[in-house]
């Protein structure tokens, strides 16, 4: 989903920076940390030290914390309307999969071997209601 220096950052966690980032003056620029996750306030991003979070942010960051960062802002749960029927083409099935993005594919047969499941549980569940 990113690249470069934030290749490996949850999305909740780079929407933070985004909104510290756009908080100290500066606009909402992913490319910034894309090139280094450690850009300062001066240099377009913001100053870890002038946030709420403080520390808290440098620990998340720098030392690639997720699990500090989920512990004070918890993930929100996908939620799903059992009732729905769920159409089965790979646009929904990828809008499912980019809500789960800590779930990180080896390979793309890996991650076609996902998308295949999901689409036979959807098909199932479909069929079921019927």
Not at 17 to 40: A, I
Not at 50 to 55: F, L
Not at 102 to 122: M, P
């Amino acid at each position: 989903m990113y690249k470069g220096d934030i290749a490996d950052f949850p999305h909740e966690v780079v929407e933070w920076m985004l909104e510290q980032q756009v908080k100290q003056g500066n606009k909402r620029d992913v490319s910034v940390f894309e090139e280094c996750y450690c850009t300062t306030q001066a240099g377009g991003g913001f100053n870890w030290h002038d946030t709420n979070d403080g520390y808290f942010c440098r620990q998340v960051t720098e030392y690639r914390n997720f699990d500090l960062f989920f512990s004070r802002y918890p993930r929100k749960p996908i939620k799903l309307n059992a009732r729905q029927r769920v159409d089965t083409n790979n646009a929904n099935i990828e809008a499912v999969l980019s809500r789960l993005e800590f779930i990180r594919f080896r390979t793309k047969r890996e991650k076609k071997a996902v998308v295949d499941g999901l689409k036979s549980q959807i098909i199932k569940t479909n069929e079921d209601e019927n």
